[in-house]
């Protein structure tokens, strides 16, 4: 048995060729696929049989993927989804992020990417809280994991569900330098070599939320490490 056995990943590509390379490859490393050649078609098969995870391509017709990513988080659904695109822009990898992805990948692709890839974002939505507080408080910043809920003295943060985990993570550290790499272990479930600015990306919007909050300054950079939360502002 893998480690992908009884995990089914709905395959969001128009093109009938690299769909059907990558639904052979991954069928091959034990995930069972659902092959969507639209936006409507996998809407469709997320309402009959929500799927473990999600791959979307961008360039779709008519909906485009992130206008399907941007429809589901809107449903409520927090089915790990991974984004893939011809484009490798800076802008058009936040667009990807901003729209409720939590990863991105970009064309041409190695299968064995795509693979641990997956694995690492179904590791992240399986990994248990365990005996670790729920209720945590930092800088005037106030979490509650249970109820996905934080807060500032001014306002409740309108977080997308990877921004909370990251503002979770760095909460329940607080005081620790967390590494970059580290952070992608936690938060995005990356136990391997990844190049990615996925958490200066997530860090950002933090940021620009909490000044908008009332809470200027609560995320520190330690250059060449990594970032912190101090107990106190």
């Known amino acids: 048995m893998t480690a992908a056995d009884g995990v089914t990943v709905l395959l969001v590509e128009d093109d009938g060729a690299v769909r059907r390379a990558v639904t052979d490859g991954l069928t091959l490393h034990g995930f069972s696929v659902a092959p969507a050649p639209s936006a409507e078609e996998a809407l469709k098969i997320v309402e009959v049989q929500p799927p473990d995870l999600a791959i979307l391509d961008i360039g779709l017709p008519g909906m485009s993927g992130i206008e399907?990513?941007?429809r589901l988080r809107a449903r409520g659904s927090v089915l790990p989804i991974l984004v893939l695109s011809a484009r490798d822009a800076v802008t058009?990898?936040?667009?990807?992020?901003?729209?409720?992805?939590?990863?991105?990948l970009v064309k041409p692709f190695e299968l064995s990417e795509v693979v641990a890839r997956l694995h690492a974002l179904h590791r992240r939505a399986v990994r248990a809280v365990g005996d670790q507080?729920?209720?945590l408080a930092a800088a005037g910043i106030r979490v509650d994991v249970d109820r996905r809920v934080a807060t500032t003295e001014q306002a409740r943060l309108d977080l997308t569900r990877r921004e909370f985990d990251l503002l979770a993570c760095l909460v329940r550290n607080r005081d620790l330098v967390m590494a970059r790499t580290q952070l992608l272990d936690d938060v995005w479930g990356y136990d391997?070599?990844?190049?990615?600015?996925?958490?200066?990306?997530f860090v950002?919007?933090?940021?620009?939320k909490l000044a908008a909050a009332g809470v200027d300054g609560a995320i520190r950079t330690v250059r060449g490490v990594g970032f912190v939360i101090d107990s106190t502002p």
Not at 92 to 104: F, K, Q, S, T
Not at 192 to 201: A, G, P, R, Y
Not at 204 to 208: D, Q, S
């Open 68 to 70: 399907l990513c941007e």
């Open 92 to 104: 058009d990898r936040v667009e990807g992020l901003e729209a409720g992805a939590d990863d991105y």
């Open 133 to 135: 507080p729920t209720l």
């Open 192 to 201: 391997f070599d990844v190049e990615t600015n996925v958490v200066d990306v």
């Open 204 to 208: 950002g919007y933090l940021r620009r």
